[in-house]
């Protein structure tokens, strides 16, 4: 069983920058890849980026490559999003989700847990 906590959501102009953070709990959690996805209102959850639970296997969404960056600190039981020239069209609400395999995946219903979420709004 792993819990998942993200925090650094908040309210940023266009053009700034955010950097989120999901913790996990549980002993395994760094045998578990994490997936970063944003949900928009009226919108199905997308895929933003995801790392493998070793880190050397990292993808993006085309959307946002070049501007977002995932890593983590398996030390720290820690899986960061760092998000820069951030646009209005990236509000919504960012989920981290974890999945205990060696891939990398980029569908939302392969991946067992969640997080509540953290709310990024960017203002024009």
């Known amino acids: 069983q792993v819990q998942l906590v993200e925090s650094g959501g908040g309210l940023v102009q266009a053009g700034g920058s955010l950097r989120l953070s999901c913790a996990g709990s549980?002993?395994?959690?760094?045998?578990?890849?994490v997936g970063w996805f944003h949900q928009a209102p009226g919108k199905e959850r997308e895929f933003v980026g995801a790392?493998?639970?070793?880190?050397?296997?990292?993808n993006y969404a085309e959307s946002v490559k070049g501007r977002v960056t995932v890593s983590r600190d398996n030390a720290k039981n820690t899986v960061y999003l760092q998000m820069n020239s951030l646009k209005p069209e990236d509000t919504a609400v960012y989920y981290c989700?974890?999945?205990?395999?060696?891939?990398?995946?980029?569908?939302?219903?392969?991946?067992?847990?969640w997080g509540q979420g953290t709310q990024v709004t960017v203002s024009s």
């Open positions: 790392i493998s639970w070793s880190g050397n296997s990292i």
């Open positions: 549980g002993r395994t959690f760094s045998r578990y890849a």
């Open positions: 989700a974890a999945t205990r395999t060696y891939t990398v995946l980029s569908n939302p219903r392969e991946y067992d847990y």
